[in-house]
């Protein structure tokens, strides 16, 4: 049974940071894709950003270059999430996933529960 499981969220002041952590269970962690995405209060969920099986490469949204930076440790099966410059509109449920193939949708196969992170003006 594969387990994702976020954790770090909570509530920061505007340009404030945040790391969030994920960490997977009973999956070949480093054959996967790991991807973060959030989720608003009424809106769709959205992209974030994710990073390679290896580290190897990372793709970001528009919203959260140069703010936001993804890593991975392999041999702790944890995906990062580092957020900086943090704005009141990243506050929303920060949720990890995972597949083998990246991508921007949401066709990943495992998901996490989710933490909120919340920034206040």
């Known amino acids: 049974q594969v387990q994702l499981v976020e954790s770090g969220g909570g509530l920061v002041q505007a340009g404030g940071s945040l790391r969030l952590s994920c960490a997977a269970d009973?999956?070949?962690?480093?054959?996967?894709?790991m991807a973060w995405f959030r989720q608003a209060p009424g809106k769709e969920r959205e992209f974030v950003g994710l990073?390679?099986?290896?580290?190897?490469?990372?793709i970001y949204a528009d919203s959260v270059k140069g703010r936001f930076t993804i890593s991975r440790d392999n041999a702790e099966n944890t995906v990062y999430l580092q957020m900086n410059s943090l704005k009141p509109e990243d506050t929303a449920v920060y949720y990890c996933a995972a597949d083998r193939k990246p991508s921007k949708s949401e066709s990943y196969e495992y998901w996490g529960q989710g933490t909120q992170v919340t920034v206040s003006s």
């Open positions: 009973g999956l070949t962690f480093n054959r996967y894709t």
């Open positions: 990073g390679s099986w290896l580290g190897s490469f990372t």
